[in-house]
């Protein structure tokens, strides 16, 4: 219609000079429906392509695989496996509480078997007491007596603390047997406070750098021991500290310890 206007247009100079100046909206009208002329209006019709999906996202702590909720076992766990460990606590009367309750409670949290071992001349209903810092503290259970312990059956050994607990144990003949068989065997010991009163007695301190509770200091020095003040001594497969201050790094200390090394090739003194 819009051409035949324009040819009757040609025969009327009004009539073309209307038709001319309408041309612009004819066209603009024309295009709201025509796509090649407008090709912005009609993006809606056309289907668009489905945006992709973000990229996963995975833990910043690397120690942990992002399809398991489990940490990586082996060379490079953080945490000391001591599964299938064995370990000897040789306690009696007097103990020093947290340096039995604590140190142990982190080997059986790392995987370990633990076993309270005493002498029959302090248990009293199958329990020995413990000296809780300034006090008497609760009792605890023994799990073998020492006459009935065998050190080849375990693979590491604990010597709590605490004043009476050595003195009595040092005293006592199989106790020092029993831990001269670890020694003998290049077994990992640890001691904390006065637990390396049991070392000198079974004669494992010689040449060795050692920490303990300072009143230990000359008896330690007179026996060959390079003592030192300092949270945590090793030595050889020996682990001592200094008191129930120290227990977080003694713990972390004998982890590492009992983990990698159940017998070294001597350590004998």
Avoid at 132 to 142: A, H, P, S, Y
Avoid at 199 to 224: C, F, H, M, Y
Wanted: with cysteine; net charge positive.
């Amino acid at each position: 219609m819009f051409f035949a206007v324009i040819l009757s247009a040609a025969k009327d100079p009004c009539i073309f000079a209307l038709a001319v100046a309408a041309a612009p909206l004819v066209v603009i009208l024309s295009g709201a429906k025509d796509p090649l002329l407008y090709p912005e209006r009609s993006i809606a019709q056309h289907p668009q392509p489905t945006p992709r999906p973000p990229p996963p996202s995975y833990p910043t702590d690397t120690r942990t695989h992002p399809d398991t909720k489990e940490p990586p076992q082996g060379l490079f766990s953080s945490t000391p496996n001591l599964k299938g460990k064995r370990i000897a606590i040789l306690a009696t009367e007097g103990v020093e509480q947290v340096e039995l309750t604590k140190p142990r409670k982190a080997l059986e949290k790392a995987g370990a078997v633990t076993h309270l071992i005493s002498p029959s001349s302090h248990i009293k209903g199958g329990k020995i007491k413990a000296w809780n810092l300034t006090k008497w503290g609760d009792t605890f259970k023994v799990d073998v007596k020492l006459a009935d312990a065998n050190p080849a059956a375990y693979d590491a050994l604990l010597l709590p603390g605490g004043v009476m607990n050595p003195d009595f144990l040092r005293m006592d003949n199989d106790a020092v047997r029993f831990v001269r068989a670890f020694v003998e065997a290049g077994k990992p010991m640890a001691a904390i406070c006065h637990g390396p009163w049991m070392l000198i007695e079974a004669q494992a301190v010689a040449g060795r750098t050692i920490t303990s509770w300072p009143s230990l200091k000359t008896d330690l020095t007179n026996a060959g021991a390079i003592w030192v003040d300092q949270e945590v001594a090793q030595d050889r497969g020996l682990v001592t500290s200094r008191n129930p201050g120290d227990i977080p790094a003694f713990n972390k200390a004998i982890l590492n310890l009992f983990s990698t090394r159940s017998q070294s090739t001597s350590i004998a003194a």
